[in-house]
T-cell receptor, first 114, second 113 residues
Framework: DVKVTQSSRYLVKRTGEKVFLECVQDMDHENMFWYRQDPGLGLRLIYFSYDVKMKEKGDIPEGYSVSREKKERFSLILESASTNQTSMYLC?????????????FGPGTRLTVT | GENVEQHPSTLSVQEGDSAVIKCTYSDSASNYFPWYKQELGKRPQLIIDIRSNVGEKKDQRIAVTLNKTAKHFSLHITETQPEDSAVYFCAAASHTGGFKTIFGAGTRLFVKA
């Protein structure tokens, strides 16, 4: 059973703070993703990674960076948190295919920036 | 950039009726089209997917159709039940370039008993 965990379910940070969101998967998946989920906007891709130390920008990378030093761990970094980054953040992982491309999601981190 | 449009944003049906959700995509390189269901307070989970070499796929009460020429794909749920109430997301992806996946904005489905 695939397990994707995120370091926090709820997080409250102040404007300007540096924020780290951690994601760990235990199924040896090559691909990992970070999304933010906002009402009416669905899931928007921030960054993804298809291998250790590899990263690709998604649709909304501004204000974020990522780190993938180990295959099982993908970190999202908010360099200087702002109120418009208040959101639900979801991490996901998947195999590279071709048998399956299913993404397995973590439980989410609800981040509030005050 | 690539985008996926999803309609309607909200759908309310009577139990036993059918529900249809439609999506269009812009990236002609997309070749994989999954649908995810997200129940309230839970994480999204894959319910069905279709690849570009197939026009239709069915799994019990749910089916997905794909029209690559028109860049349209749809989710059909028959004999809806209250437990089908959730937010449904379509997505389009290409297994080139690291498998970037673009999601639609979601459809909130209400099934009234």
């Amino acid at each position: 059973d695939v397990k994707v965990t995120q370091s926090s379910r709820y997080l409250v940070k102040r404007t300007g703070e540096k924020v780290f969101l951690e994601c760990v998967q235990d199924m040896d998946h090559e691909n990992m993703f970070w999304y933010r989920q906002d009402p009416g906007l669905g899931l928007r891709l921030i960054y993804f990674s298809y291998d250790v130390k590899m990263k690709e920008k998604g649709d909304i990378p501004e204000g974020y960076s990522v780190s993938r030093e180990k295959k099982e761990r993908f970190s999202l970094i908010l360099e200087s948190a702002s109120t418009n980054q208040t959101s639900m953040y979801l991490c996901a992982s998947s195999l590279p295919g071709p048998t399956t491309y299913e993404q397995y999601f973590g439980p989410g981190t609800r981040l509030t920036v005050t | 950039g690539e985008n996926v449009e999803q309609h309607p944003s909200t759908l309310s049906v009577q139990e036993g009726d059918s529900a249809v959700i439609k999506c269009t995509y812009s990236d002609s390189a997309s070749n994989y089209f999954p649908w995810y269901k997200q129940e309230l307070g839970k994480r999204p989970q894959l319910i069905i997917d279709i690849r570009s070499n197939v026009g239709e796929k069915k799994d019990q009460r749910i089916a997905v159709t794909l029209n690559k020429t028109a860049k349209h794909f749809s989710l059909h749920i028959t004999e809806t039940q209250p437990e089908d109430s959730a937010v449904y997301f379509c997505a389009a992806a290409s297994h080139t370039g690291g498998f970037k996946t673009i999601f639609g904005a979601g459809t909130r489905l209400f099934v009234k008993a």
